[in-house]
C-alpha cells in the first residue's frame, strides 16, 4: 500500500504543477469578464467564480501532499499561490460586499 501511496505523489507531482496553472488561468479569464447585471446572473457568475476558486485550492492542498511539505512556495519562498489566492479571495468578497446587485 505504502508504494502505491508513493507512487500516486510521484505522478501528481509531476502532473498536478501544469493543472494548478492551467486552472488559475481559467480563473482569470473568467473573472476578468463583467458579470451580469441582474441579480440571478450575478450569483450564478458568482458561484462558479468561488468554484473554480474552491478547485484551484483543493489542486495546490494535492501538490503540497504530494510534495509532502505544508507550503507552497515561489522561486524567492514567498508562498506565490498562497498570495495569489488569497488576493483572489478578497476580490471575490469585494464583489460581494461592493458590486452585488439589488
Do not use: C
Amino acid at each position: 500500500m505504502s508504494e502505491d501511496l508513493s507512487g500516486l505523489r510521484q505522478k501528481l507531482a509531476i502532473s498536478l504543477p501544469g493543472r494548478i496553472q492551467a486552472a488559475v488561468a481559467g480563473y482569470e479569464i473568467f473573472v476578468a469578464s463583467e458579470p451580469p447585471v441582474e441579480a440571478k446572473g450575478f450569483a450564478a457568475w458568482h458561484a462558479a467564480a468561488k468554484s473554480a476558486l474552491a478547485h484551484v485550492d483543493l489542486l495546490v492542498k494535492l501538490a503540497r501532499w504530494a510534495e509532502g511539505g505544508d507550503e507552497a512556495e515561489d522561486a524567492d519562498g514567498n508562498g506565490g499561490i498562497d498570495r495569489m489566492l488569497s488576493q483572489a479571495r478578497a476580490a471575490l468578497d469585494a464583489l460581494d460586499d461592493d458590486e452585488e446587485p439589488e
